[in-house]
């Protein structure tokens, strides 16, 4: 189980590094129905621009570790 679920942050990671901060907004616009969409592709881009979904190489070792 804990393979799945270092596959699954990976893949979340991973999409979330790659995808515009514009597309990803759209994607969770309906958990938020109460925050504009250009406000919440802000704040996304402020995470990105901050690094806080990248691991800066510790994703294999974060794989690793539940192997």
């Known amino acids: 189980m804990a393979k ?6 990976e893949k979340a990671r991973s999409y979330l590094n790659k995808t515009t ?3 990803i907004a ?4 309906p ?3 109460n925050v504009d969409e250009s406000a919440l592709a802000d704040c996304i881009a402020a995470y990105q ?3 806080c979904w990248c691991c800066f ?3 294999p070792l974060l794989s690793h570790a539940f192997l």
């Open 4 to 9: 799945a679920f270092v596959r699954a942050y």
């Open 21 to 23: 901060a514009t597309e």
């Open 26 to 29: 759209k994607a969770e616009k």
């Open 31 to 33: 958990y938020f129905p």
């Open 49 to 51: 621009q901050l690094g």
């Open 57 to 59: 190489g510790l994703g």
